[in-house]
């Protein structure tokens, strides 16, 4: 029989965040695979340091940050490659997930390669935006009150007319993209009411108005604007 593949949220870095049923998969696993940038550390492996039993087999998987496509796709073909080994000898493998495996996450690449061979569980987790959230005390809705997610990358024009239209908006991948997006927000008035939030749940947590944030920001940062609510009051 193969093994189980898992994906396993591991909420937004703070490892008290995690859940319950990751930290005893991830304790319990025979194989934990885990993204890192090249030549760098593994923030998700940071995450679950502690879970990791030493004898545990590991699987550091390798993944540039381009905007080219084809050097992160070729990455996970290779990875996927590796862990169907593992899954063939009858071995459960963990793939460990910042913040939700469904939510944005890595893991839906290796999803798609393995699936439909392989009996997949996911386990969710704490998402970084309502991480962030918790951490700027600010709600983000209620009653009908609608949510909108937009990734940072999308252009000047896009992001104009869905923030326009929005009524709570949160901006991921901000990154290098926050000057654009500073620039939005302050043509249509809103810029004094927006919240940047970086590196939310971890000791080195900053929470600023956008007009403050850096440029560029780093890569676990996020903008969060709730429409009629000022949280610098």
């Known amino acids: 029989m193969t093994g189980r593949l898992y994906?396993?949220?591991?909420?937004?870095?703070?490892?008290?965040?995690?859940?319950?049923?990751?930290?005893?998969?991830?304790?319990?696993?025979?194989?934990?695979?885990?993204?890192?940038?090249?030549?760098?550390?593994?923030?998700?492996?940071?995450?679950?340091?502690?879970?990791?039993?030493?004898?545990?087999?590991?699987?550091?998987?390798?993944?540039?940050?381009?905007?080219?496509r084809a050097p992160a796709q070729a990455a996970y073909d290779r990875n996927a490659a590796r862990i169907a080994a593992e899954l063939d000898a009858g071995r459960d493998v963990a793939v460990l997930c910042e913040g939700d495996a469904f939510f944005y996450g890595s893991f839906m690449y290796l999803f798609a390669r393995l699936s439909g061979t392989y009996a997949v569980e996911i386990v969710p987790g704490v998402t970084s935006v309502t991480a962030c959230a918790a951490s700027a005390?600010?709600?983000?809705?209620?009653?009908?009150?609608?949510?909108?997610?937009?990734?940072?990358?999308?252009?000047?024009?896009?992001?104009?007319?869905?923030?326009?239209?929005?009524?709570?908006?949160?901006?991921?991948?901000?990154?290098?993209?926050?000057?654009?997006?500073?620039?939005?927000?302050?043509?249509?008035?809103?810029?004094?009411?927006?919240?940047?939030?970086?590196?939310?749940?971890?000791?080195?947590?900053?929470?600023?108005?956008l007009e403050k944030a850096p440029d560029p920001a780093p890569y676990f940062s996020m903008i969060l604007l709730v429409k009629g609510a000022d949280p610098w009051l």
């Open 7 to 68: 994906g396993i949220s591991l909420g937004p870095g703070d490892p008290e965040l995690m859940t319950l049923k990751a930290a005893r998969l991830i304790a319990g696993a025979s194989v934990v695979a885990y993204p890192a940038l090249p030549e760098g550390e593994s923030f998700a492996r940071a995450i679950a340091a502690d879970l990791v039993a030493p004898d545990t087999r590991e699987i550091r998987m390798d993944i540039p940050m381009t905007t080219e």
């Open 137 to 209: 005390l600010l709600p983000l809705a209620a009653r009908n009150e609608r949510v909108t997610v937009l990734p940072g990358p999308l252009p000047e024009d896009e992001l104009k007319a869905r923030i326009e239209g929005a009524e709570t908006v949160v901006l991921m991948k901000v990154g290098r993209h926050i000057g654009k997006i500073r620039r939005v927000f302050q043509a249509l008035g809103l810029a004094e009411h927006a919240v940047y939030v970086e590196r939310a749940s971890l000791p080195e947590q900053r929470i600023l108005p």
